[in-house]
């Protein structure tokens, strides 16, 4: 299996860095990574009523703003001043990558201090699904510091790391011990919070494989259980609503229900799971060869959630990068190490090619002549091919949605002058498969999953992640 590394950073896109992406680049897309919490003109103490009591009112730190207005594109620094929300979220062999960066990503737009530390002796980890997480920090730096929030991602054997972690465990005690804000989802909740003594007396959720471990009266079968400062959730299908629990708790019901429309959960709910048109098998007769292309700006939450459903369903899953080095920097600052470059994975057939979205990752991902060849001949071969959030528009570019229904993120929606359908999470036509991104990016897998290996394979997996799935 094929291993995909991540290497997380504690702060959004840096443009200082060197292989930070130029603001000129960042054109392609209208929707905004600047933390939720620092677009609003007042305070966070001024709009939020339901702050924790021991936590201090304070604004996310200064990050990229990269939404178009019609005079320049501009970073708000109106509550820089005041200091971030602090969230630690720990990391350890076989933690679970969807929860990791999911709620990294998540708490990261709406302005929270993010701190990624590892439990094992080097910072370099290989999460359960095989993609390899590189931490900020080690935890033993993290002894002496004060957070708002501890969250600890579940899967295993990644649980029962973090439970074996006498450091961590003295943290999230004292988390505990001062009514500070603390949570744990799928495997974590059991393996490693109740060992700790940490749920006593406090209603508790977790994956369902480990209910059976949890004290019978104090057990709650539900997505998400809040229970004082604790927060409990079920697993990587539910990663969304955990994570944007817990910025409700930070940050305040107003900053939550923003990050939850930029994510585009609203629409995750509410709209059909997939339409298709012109349906035809994709039936293969070998274990699917996939190759998903990244690049500087791509959106780490769909490259980490294509990949890792892709492989829990035993697809052989590429990741190549189009830039001149194989590590990329995400829109949220994940940096990602591709298993390869572009120009490698080339010389290999794939049987489907998907593009992620991403602010500048799109944009980057057309200039790939590369990539561009590459999907040019799997259209001629009629092969299939997809993209997600605001890479539907790379192949409308391309001429690769020609007489052909997509849909997108509603940002780049108009730039689809083929019949667009607004309404589905995912569309799905001949061989070409598109999705709106983001929280619709389970959908999306699931959808590949089930056209590939049908919708037994594909319910397997849903119920793995707790994820509900359904044909329509």
């Not at 090619?353 to 259209?379: N, Y």
């Not at 569309?427 to 699931?446: H, M, P, R």
């Given at each position: 299996?094929?291993?995909?590394?991540?290497?997380?950073?504690?702060?959004?896109?840096?443009?200082?860095?060197?292989?930070?992406?130029?603001?000129?680049?960042?054109?392609?897309?209208?929707?905004?990574?600047?933390?939720?919490?620092?677009?609003?003109?007042?305070?966070?103490?001024?709009?939020?009523?339901?702050?924790?009591?021991?936590?201090?009112?304070?604004?996310?730190?200064?990050?990229?703003?990269?939404?178009?207005?019609?005079?320049?594109?501009?970073?708000?620094?109106?509550?820089?001043?005041?200091?971030?929300?602090?969230?630690?979220?720990?990391?350890?062999?076989?933690?679970?990558?969807?929860?990791?960066?999911?709620?990294?990503?998540?708490?990261?737009?709406?302005?929270?201090?993010?701190?990624?530390?590892?439990?094992?002796?080097?910072?370099?980890?290989?999460?359960?699904?095989?993609?390899?997480?590189?931490?900020?920090?080690?935890?033993?730096?993290?002894?002496?510091?004060?957070?708002?929030?501890?969250?600890?991602?579940?899967?295993?054997?990644?649980?029962?790391?973090?439970?074996?972690?006498?450091?961590?465990?003295?943290?999230?005690?004292?988390?505990?011990?001062?009514?500070?804000?603390?949570?744990?989802?799928?495997?974590?909740?059991?393996?490693?919070?109740?060992?700790?003594?940490?749920?006593?007396?406090?209603?508790?959720?977790?994956?369902?494989?480990?209910?059976?471990?949890?004290?019978?009266?104090?057990?709650?079968?539900?997505?998400?259980?809040?229970?004082?400062?604790?927060?409990?959730?079920?697993?990587?299908?539910?990663?969304?609503?955990?994570?944007?629990?817990?910025?409700?708790?930070?940050?305040?019901?107003?900053?939550?229900?923003?990050?939850?429309?930029?994510?585009?959960?609203?629409?995750?709910?509410?709209?059909?799971?997939?339409?298709?048109?012109?349906?035809?098998?994709?039936?293969?007769?070998?274990?699917?060869?996939?190759?998903?292309?990244?690049?500087?700006?791509?959106?780490?939450?769909?490259?980490?959630?294509?990949?890792?459903?892709?492989?829990?369903?035993?697809?052989?899953?590429?990741?190549?990068?189009?830039?001149?080095?194989?590590?990329?920097?995400?829109?949220?600052?994940?940096?990602?190490?591709?298993?390869?470059?572009?120009?490698?994975?080339?010389?290999?057939?794939?049987?489907?090619?998907?593009?992620?979205?991403?602010?500048?990752?799109?944009?980057?991902?057309?200039?790939?002549?590369?990539?561009?060849?590459?999907?040019?001949?799997?259209?001629?071969?009629?092969?299939?091919?997809?993209?997600?959030?605001?890479?539907p528009a790379v192949l409308h570019k391309q001429g690769l949605l020609k007489d052909r229904r997509a849909t997108a993120h509603p940002s780049v929606m108009s730039k689809l002058t083929n019949e667009v359908v607004?309404?589905?999470?995912?569309?799905?036509?001949?061989?070409?498969?598109?999705?709106?991104?983001?929280?619709?990016?389970?959908?999306?897998?699931?959808?590949?999953?089930?056209?590939?290996?049908?919708?037994?394979?594909?319910?397997?997996?849903?119920?793995?992640?707790?994820?509900?799935?359904?044909?329509?």
């Amino acid at each position: 299996m094929k291993s995909l590394q991540l290497l997380v950073s504690p702060h959004p896109l840096n443009l200082s860095s060197p292989m930070a992406v130029s603001a000129s680049n960042l054109h392609f897309s209208t929707f905004a990574i600047m933390p939720i919490a620092q677009q609003r003109k007042t305070p966070i103490s001024k709009r939020s009523s339901k702050l924790t009591k021991t936590l201090s009112p304070t604004p996310p730190p200064t990050a990229i703003s990269t939404t178009e207005t019609s005079t320049s594109t501009t970073t708000t620094t109106a509550t820089s001043s005041l200091s971030p929300k602090k969230v630690l979220v720990p990391i350890g062999f076989g933690t679970e990558e969807m929860e990791a960066v999911i709620l990294v990503d998540v708490l990261r737009r709406a302005g929270a201090e993010v701190t990624v530390a590892s439990v094992e002796r080097q910072l370099e980890i290989e999460a359960s699904g095989g993609i390899r997480l590189v931490a900020d920090t080690s935890i033993s730096t993290c002894s002496d510091e004060i957070f708002d929030l501890v969250a600890l991602p579940g899967g295993m054997p990644g649980s029962a790391r973090l439970r074996d972690c006498k450091v961590l465990r003295e943290i999230t005690s004292k988390q505990a011990e001062g009514k500070r804000l603390y949570g744990a989802i799928c495997a974590a909740p059991a393996v490693t919070l109740l060992p700790w003594g940490l749920i006593r007396r406090k209603q508790t959720t977790c994956h369902p494989a480990f209910m059976d471990k949890l004290p019978h009266f104090w057990a709650v079968k539900s997505n998400i259980q809040v229970s004082g400062e604790l927060t409990t959730s079920r697993g990587p299908g539910t990663s969304f609503e955990f994570a944007v629990t817990l910025v409700d708790q930070l940050f305040g019901e107003s900053v939550a229900k923003e990050v939850g429309e930029l994510l585009l959960m609203k629409t995750a709910l509410d709209n059909p799971r997939k339409e298709e048109f012109n349906e035809v098998e994709w039936a293969i007769g070998h274990n699917p060869h996939v190759l998903i292309p990244v690049a500087n700006g791509s959106e780490e939450i769909e490259v980490v959630t294509i990949v890792d459903i892709l492989r829990r369903a035993k697809v052989d899953v590429v990741v190549a990068s189009v830039e001149k080095s194989t590590q990329i920097l995400a829109s949220q600052g994940t940096k990602i190490v591709a298993d390869k470059s572009i120009d490698s994975a080339s010389e290999s057939i794939y049987d489907l090619i998907i593009l992620p979205g991403g602010i500048a990752g799109a944009e980057r991902l057309h200039r790939s002549k590369v990539l561009k060849k590459l999907l040019k001949e799997q259209e001629s071969a009629g092969r299939a091919y997809g993209a997600i959030c605001s890479s539907p528009a790379v192949l409308h570019k391309q001429g690769l949605l020609k007489d052909r229904r997509a849909t997108a993120h509603p940002s780049v929606m108009s730039k689809l002058t083929n019949e667009v359908v607004d309404g589905a999470r995912v569309v799905i036509d001949g061989k070409i498969i598109t999705s709106k991104g983001l929280a619709t990016a389970t959908d999306f897998a699931l959808a590949i999953v089930s056209k590939v290996f049908g919708h037994a394979r594909a319910r397997s997996v849903a119920e793995g992640l707790v994820f509900e799935y359904t044909r329509s």
